[in-house]
């Protein structure tokens, strides 16, 4: 099982990942950084580091199912595009993230299930 900070470092890889083939694919006449990403990128990419470093939840699960969306607006539509762009795209550049990710994806919404279901079942 890794740690909190061996998951963060993963999770973070990913979104690095996902920000690169986003902003290559949509910003490409832009300067890019050592990371691959242009500065309206990087500033999106850096706050959902933080606000996934800082959850009350330990960040289990995906922030999209999360009943607390502590995102700025602005910030969950940039992390959203970034998302929905290079998700899809990243399992022919990065298979075995793409697999880590969705297998996290999926026991999320399991976890998320389960929970809803014991709530129901205690009402």
Not at 1 to 18: I, R
Not at 31 to 52: E, F, M, W
Not at 77 to 88: E, K, S, V, W
Not at 109 to 122: C, L, V
């Amino acid at each position: 099982m890794a740690t909190t900070e061996e998951q963060l470092k993963k999770d973070a890889d990913t979104l690095y990942a996902m920000g690169r083939i986003y902003c290559e694919g949509n910003h490409a006449d832009r300067a890019k950084n050592d990371r691959g990403v242009c500065p309206d990128c990087q500033n999106v990419l850096d706050y959902s580091i933080h606000r996934t470093a800082v959850c009350p939840h330990e960040h289990k699960g995906n922030c999209k199912d999360c009943s607390i969306h502590c995102y700025q607006p602005e910030m969950r539509a940039g992390i959203r595009a970034i998302m929905a762009y290079g998700a899809p795209r990243m399992m022919y550049k990065h298979p075995a993230m793409t697999a880590h990710y969705l297998s996290k994806k999926i026991s999320g919404k399991i976890a998320a299930k389960r929970s809803d279901d014991y709530q129901t079942s205690r009402s």
